[in-house]
Protein backbone atom coordinates (compact mmCIF):
# COMPACT_ATOMS: atom_id res chain seq x y z
CA UNK A 1 0.00 0.00 0.00
CA UNK A 2 0.75 3.46 0.08
CA UNK A 3 2.34 5.89 2.75
CA UNK A 4 3.71 9.07 3.40
CA UNK A 5 6.11 10.78 5.66
CA UNK A 6 5.17 15.01 5.72
CA UNK A 7 7.67 17.18 7.84
CA UNK A 8 6.35 17.59 11.66
CA UNK A 9 4.82 20.67 12.48
CA UNK A 10 3.78 23.30 13.58
CA UNK A 11 5.50 25.21 11.36
CA UNK A 12 5.79 28.81 12.50
CA UNK A 13 6.68 31.62 9.87
CA UNK A 14 6.32 35.32 9.19
CA UNK A 15 3.88 36.90 6.27
CA UNK A 16 5.48 37.19 3.16
CA UNK A 17 8.69 34.35 4.05
CA UNK A 18 9.20 31.55 1.71
CA UNK A 19 7.74 28.25 2.87
CA UNK A 20 8.56 24.65 2.22
CA UNK A 21 6.99 21.91 3.40
CA UNK A 22 8.44 18.37 1.92
CA UNK A 23 6.66 15.41 1.47
CA UNK A 24 7.95 11.92 0.69
CA UNK A 25 5.59 8.84 -0.69
CA UNK A 26 5.75 5.17 -1.46
CA UNK A 27 3.15 3.65 -3.39
CA UNK A 28 3.02 0.74 -5.62
CA UNK A 29 2.13 1.39 -9.51
CA UNK A 30 2.49 5.00 -10.26
CA UNK A 31 -0.58 7.44 -8.20
CA UNK A 32 -1.14 10.74 -8.71
CA UNK A 33 -0.17 13.36 -5.95
CA UNK A 34 -2.09 15.78 -4.20
CA UNK A 35 -2.06 18.18 -1.72
CA UNK A 36 -4.63 19.35 0.42
CA UNK A 37 -5.24 22.23 3.46
CA UNK A 38 -7.45 21.96 6.38
CA UNK A 39 -8.90 25.09 8.07
CA UNK A 40 -9.80 24.79 11.33
CA UNK A 41 -13.22 23.53 11.98
CA UNK A 42 -13.49 22.39 8.28
CA UNK A 43 -13.55 19.24 5.91
CA UNK A 44 -10.34 18.99 3.60
CA UNK A 45 -9.87 21.18 0.80
CA UNK A 46 -8.22 20.19 -2.84
CA UNK A 47 -5.14 22.42 -2.99
CA UNK A 48 -3.06 21.23 -6.00
CA UNK A 49 -2.18 18.06 -7.93
CA UNK A 50 -0.03 16.20 -10.60
CA UNK A 51 -0.52 13.39 -12.13
CA UNK A 52 2.88 12.09 -13.62
CA UNK A 53 6.72 12.80 -13.18
CA UNK A 54 7.86 16.25 -13.91
CA UNK A 55 3.98 17.53 -13.49
CA UNK A 56 4.05 20.67 -11.31
CA UNK A 57 0.49 21.57 -9.68
CA UNK A 58 -0.27 25.04 -8.49
CA UNK A 59 -2.89 27.12 -6.95
CA UNK A 60 -2.77 30.30 -4.70
CA UNK A 61 0.33 31.30 -5.12
CA UNK A 62 1.42 27.41 -4.10
CA UNK A 63 3.16 24.65 -6.41
CA UNK A 64 4.18 21.46 -6.29
CA UNK A 65 6.54 19.42 -8.93
CA UNK A 66 6.23 15.16 -8.78
CA UNK A 67 9.55 13.87 -8.58
CA UNK A 68 9.22 10.37 -9.40
CA UNK A 69 12.95 9.68 -8.68
CA UNK A 70 12.99 10.45 -5.28
CA UNK A 71 9.44 10.12 -4.92
CA UNK A 72 8.48 13.44 -3.34
CA UNK A 73 6.23 16.21 -3.78
CA UNK A 74 7.04 18.89 -1.84
CA UNK A 75 4.62 22.27 -1.36
CA UNK A 76 6.57 25.59 -1.79
CA UNK A 77 4.99 28.96 -1.53
CA UNK A 78 6.98 32.19 -2.53
CA UNK A 79 5.30 34.46 0.35
CA UNK A 80 2.95 33.65 2.97
CA UNK A 81 0.02 35.10 4.36
CA UNK A 82 -2.02 35.16 7.68
CA UNK A 83 -4.80 33.24 5.88
CA UNK A 84 -2.77 30.48 4.81
CA UNK A 85 -2.41 29.35 8.65
CA UNK A 86 -4.11 25.92 8.11
CA UNK A 87 -2.97 22.05 8.22
CA UNK A 88 -1.39 20.37 5.15
CA UNK A 89 -1.47 17.02 3.74
CA UNK A 90 0.43 15.08 1.06
CA UNK A 91 -1.52 12.32 -0.29
CA UNK A 92 -0.67 10.17 -3.02
CA UNK A 93 -3.45 8.84 -4.66
CA UNK A 94 -4.35 5.20 -5.73
CA UNK A 95 -5.76 5.18 -8.95
CA UNK A 96 -6.89 1.93 -9.34
CA UNK A 97 -9.39 1.82 -6.35
CA UNK A 98 -9.86 5.62 -6.00
CA UNK A 99 -8.42 6.04 -2.55
CA UNK A 100 -6.44 8.46 -0.82
CA UNK A 101 -3.05 7.92 1.74
CA UNK A 102 -2.90 10.54 4.16
CA UNK A 103 0.27 11.33 6.31
CA UNK A 104 -0.07 13.51 9.85
CA UNK A 105 -0.14 16.64 8.02
CA UNK A 106 1.31 19.84 9.09
CA UNK A 107 0.65 22.57 10.65
CA UNK A 108 1.57 25.99 9.62
CA UNK A 109 1.17 29.09 11.34
CA UNK A 110 1.84 32.29 9.55
CA UNK A 111 2.31 35.47 12.15
CA UNK A 112 1.59 39.17 11.25
CA UNK B 1 -23.40 22.82 -7.80
CA UNK B 2 -23.44 21.50 -4.61
CA UNK B 3 -20.55 19.39 -2.41
CA UNK B 4 -20.62 17.30 -0.77
CA UNK B 5 -23.01 17.54 2.19
CA UNK B 6 -22.83 15.39 5.72
CA UNK B 7 -25.36 15.15 8.23
CA UNK B 8 -25.52 16.02 11.30
CA UNK B 9 -22.25 17.93 12.25
CA UNK B 10 -21.75 17.03 15.59
CA UNK B 11 -23.29 14.32 17.51
CA UNK B 12 -22.64 13.29 21.47
CA UNK B 13 -23.29 9.39 21.90
CA UNK B 14 -22.66 7.31 24.98
CA UNK B 15 -20.49 3.73 24.69
CA UNK B 16 -22.03 1.41 23.91
CA UNK B 17 -24.56 2.94 21.59
CA UNK B 18 -25.16 2.99 17.92
CA UNK B 19 -24.56 5.70 15.61
CA UNK B 20 -25.98 6.59 11.76
CA UNK B 21 -23.84 9.78 10.08
CA UNK B 22 -25.09 10.94 6.00
CA UNK B 23 -23.36 12.01 3.19
CA UNK B 24 -24.66 13.00 -0.09
CA UNK B 25 -21.91 13.45 -2.70
CA UNK B 26 -20.98 16.34 -4.96
CA UNK B 27 -23.10 16.29 -8.14
CA UNK B 28 -22.61 13.44 -10.79
CA UNK B 29 -20.31 11.55 -8.83
CA UNK B 30 -20.65 7.91 -8.29
CA UNK B 31 -18.44 6.84 -5.11
CA UNK B 32 -18.14 7.65 -2.13
CA UNK B 33 -15.58 7.25 0.70
CA UNK B 34 -15.64 7.34 4.56
CA UNK B 35 -12.28 8.65 6.37
CA UNK B 36 -11.69 8.96 10.18
CA UNK B 37 -9.65 11.66 11.49
CA UNK B 38 -8.68 11.97 14.98
CA UNK B 39 -7.77 14.73 16.48
CA UNK B 40 -4.05 15.95 15.56
CA UNK B 41 -3.95 13.33 12.89
CA UNK B 42 -4.41 12.48 9.01
CA UNK B 43 -7.93 10.91 8.08
CA UNK B 44 -7.69 7.15 7.74
CA UNK B 45 -9.51 5.41 5.38
CA UNK B 46 -12.10 3.45 6.40
CA UNK B 47 -14.26 2.05 3.44
CA UNK B 48 -15.35 2.93 -0.37
CA UNK B 49 -18.90 2.17 -2.05
CA UNK B 50 -19.43 2.17 -5.52
CA UNK B 51 -22.68 0.46 -7.17
CA UNK B 52 -24.07 -0.27 -3.87
CA UNK B 53 -21.46 -1.98 -2.59
CA UNK B 54 -17.99 -1.84 -0.27
CA UNK B 55 -15.58 -2.02 -3.12
CA UNK B 56 -12.59 -1.85 -0.72
CA UNK B 57 -11.98 -1.19 3.42
CA UNK B 58 -9.37 0.01 5.65
CA UNK B 59 -8.06 -1.63 8.64
CA UNK B 60 -11.68 -0.81 10.94
CA UNK B 61 -13.75 -3.61 12.76
CA UNK B 62 -16.81 -4.78 11.65
CA UNK B 63 -18.65 -2.60 14.02
CA UNK B 64 -18.45 -0.38 10.92
CA UNK B 65 -20.03 -0.81 8.19
CA UNK B 66 -21.84 1.55 5.19
CA UNK B 67 -24.42 1.81 2.52
CA UNK B 68 -24.80 3.58 -0.15
CA UNK B 69 -28.52 3.82 -2.11
CA UNK B 70 -29.34 4.31 -5.34
CA UNK B 71 -29.08 7.63 -5.67
CA UNK B 72 -25.12 7.44 -4.72
CA UNK B 73 -25.77 8.98 -0.89
CA UNK B 74 -24.21 7.12 1.97
CA UNK B 75 -24.43 6.15 5.25
CA UNK B 76 -21.66 5.28 7.77
CA UNK B 77 -22.34 3.47 10.80
CA UNK B 78 -20.73 2.67 13.98
CA UNK B 79 -22.13 0.04 16.21
CA UNK B 80 -20.95 -0.69 20.14
CA UNK B 81 -19.68 2.76 20.69
CA UNK B 82 -16.30 3.22 22.45
CA UNK B 83 -14.69 6.15 23.26
CA UNK B 84 -11.96 6.12 20.97
CA UNK B 85 -13.98 6.10 18.14
CA UNK B 86 -14.64 9.65 19.19
CA UNK B 87 -13.12 11.91 16.15
CA UNK B 88 -13.83 13.77 12.90
CA UNK B 89 -15.73 11.68 9.78
CA UNK B 90 -15.25 12.89 6.65
CA UNK B 91 -17.49 11.94 3.76
CA UNK B 92 -15.41 12.40 0.41
CA UNK B 93 -17.24 11.61 -3.08
CA UNK B 94 -15.24 11.03 -6.51
CA UNK B 95 -15.72 9.70 -10.29
CA UNK B 96 -14.54 6.08 -10.47
CA UNK B 97 -11.66 5.07 -12.20
CA UNK B 98 -10.46 8.84 -13.08
CA UNK B 99 -6.51 9.17 -12.91
CA UNK B 100 -5.73 12.75 -11.11
CA UNK B 101 -10.08 13.23 -10.58
CA UNK B 102 -9.77 14.19 -7.06
CA UNK B 103 -11.83 13.03 -4.08
CA UNK B 104 -13.96 16.16 -3.04
CA UNK B 105 -14.27 16.12 0.64
CA UNK B 106 -17.75 17.13 3.16
CA UNK B 107 -17.16 19.32 6.34
CA UNK B 108 -17.33 16.11 8.60
CA UNK B 109 -18.99 14.82 11.29
CA UNK B 110 -17.50 15.22 14.89
CA UNK B 111 -18.64 12.33 16.41
CA UNK B 112 -17.71 12.68 20.48
CA UNK B 113 -18.55 9.82 22.79
CA UNK B 114 -18.80 10.01 26.32
Known amino acids: GNSVTQMEGPVTLSEEAFLTINCTYT??????LFWYVQYPGEGLQLLLKATKADDKGSNKGFEATYRKETTSFHLEKGSVQVSDSAVYFCAPYNNAGNMLTFGGGTRLMVKP | DAGVTQSPTHLIKTRGQQVTLRCSPKSGHDTVSWYQQALGQGPQFIFQ???????QRGNFPDRFSGHQFPNYSSELNVNALLLGDSALYLC?????????????FGNGTRLTVT
Open chain 1, 27 to 32: ATGYPS
Open chain 2, 92 to 104: ASSLVGGRGSPLH
Open chain 2, 49 to 55: YYEEEER
